[in-house]
């Protein structure tokens, strides 16, 4: 059969699909696009954790020999061969399927992840890698949702505002204000807060409660807003800027399109017209971006975690990336990307459904 022909015969029915439900088709093409993503992904993964020096099982001899010289107290380092024997050593790396190449490997955890459902478990501490993910990408949602809600709700607040000011001085100040809170560095931000923390006692530097939420959950609730003002304050500073600046740009671009003038011409009150013509235009943009700022956000949560040392899933990463854990590593990655890609996808289909102009599949 030509091989023309076979294309032909497996693509028709998608195609029929893409004429018949183009956007359906595109939620389909977009989840194909994630998978191939992720896979590539997941591979880079896999070979930049082996180009890395040592493995986990250096770190492991490293941290016996770390604790037996400090049982010795002074009788000196011991070394590998007194605690491992090369067979020993070897032993141990295939155990863990080490010994095999890093593309062998990445196939078996994929093998496993799809058809057993299984993460596997962390080389260091042994527990399930769906354990540990589930304890702590929770707080990292909470967080960045939060942050993601006030962003939103302020940057329109004050970008709608400071666009019915154009040209004044106050427009000037918020507009140059906005530009420096975009600009500023936000580890640096991180680290000033922190120390105003520290100075004036107002706030805890950890931003985590020390009791569980079990124990009292009224007063857990209270003590989580006390502990996470200051990494939430420092990711809505870091994300308001170049989100109102990017709404008031687009509120004054549509205050100057000609359907707005006709609208004015017609005697329309000047609330309608920028909250319901104006503004509604501004979503799209917002929409399109809400996946970056969403990924930014989590991005900034590594640094965020460690420093305010905040149990979330950034600095679980951090810990697996530091103690060479590749299932964890992995398996953080992974999952954090996927939530990522996931949000480019329903912002695709939220701006499909704000704006009826757009029609996937069809000019």
Do not use: C
């Not at 591979?43 to 250096?58: H, K, Q, R, S, T």
């Not at 002074?74 to 024997?85: H, T």
């Not at 809400?290 to 930014?296: D, W």
């Not at 991005?299 to 530091?322: C, D, K, N």
Request: glycine fraction near 8%.
């Amino acid at each position: 059969m030509n091989p023309h022909t076979v294309l032909y015969t497996l693509a028709a029915p998608f195609y029929r699909l893409k004429k018949t439900y183009p956007l359906v088709s595109f939620i389909i093409s977009r989840l194909i696009t994630m998978a191939v993503i992720l896979f590539i992904l997941g591979f880079a993964v896999f070979g930049l954790m082996e180009l890395a020096p040592g493995d986990i099982v250096d770190q492991l001899i490293t941290q016996q020999l770390f604790s037996g010289s400090v049982q010795t107290a002074g009788a000196g380092m011991q070394s590998r061969e007194n605690l491992l024997s090369d067979e020993q050593f070897a032993a141990r790396r295939a155990e863990l399927g080490l010994d095999k190449p890093f593309y062998v490997q990445y196939f078996l955890w994929l093998k496993r992840v799809i058809v057993d459902h299984d993460l596997g478990v962390s080389l260091i501490s042994r527990a399930p890698v769906s354990f540990l993910i589930s304890s702590r990408i929770i707080n990292s949602l909470i967080l960045n949702l939060i942050s993601l809600v006030l962003i939103t709700a302020v940057s329109f607040a004050l970008g709608v505002w400071f666009s019915s000011k154009a040209g004044t001085a106050l427009d000037v100040a918020g507009t140059f204000f906005s530009l420096v809170l975009h600009a500023f560095p936000g580890i640096l931000m991180l680290i000033l807060l922190q120390l105003f923390g520290v100075v004036t006692g107002l706030f805890p530097v950890t931003a985590y409660p020390f009791f569980p939420f079990s124990e009292n959950p009224l007063a857990f609730a209270g003590s989580y807003l006390h502990h996470i003002f200051l990494p939430l304050l420092a990711s809505f500073l870091g994300g308001i800027g170049g989100t109102m600046r990017m709404i008031r740009s687009t509120m004054l671009d549509q205050l100057g399109q000609p359907y707005i003038t006709a609208i004015r011409s017609r005697g329309v009150p000047e609330w309608r017209v920028y909250f319901a013509h104006a503004f509604r235009n501004t979503l799209n943009p917002y929409i399109t971006g809400s996946a970056n700022l969403l990924a930014s956000l989590f991005s900034g949560s590594l640094i965020l975690e460690i420093i305010f040392a905040y149990p979330g899933i950034g600095r679980l990463m951090y810990e697996a990336v530091t103690q060479e854990d590749v299932n964890l590593v992995l398996a953080n990655i992974m999952f954090i990307s996927f939530l990522v890609l996931l949000g480019m996808v329903v912002s695709d289909i939220a701006l499909a459904l704000v704006d009826p102009r757009i029609r996937y599949g069809k000019e």
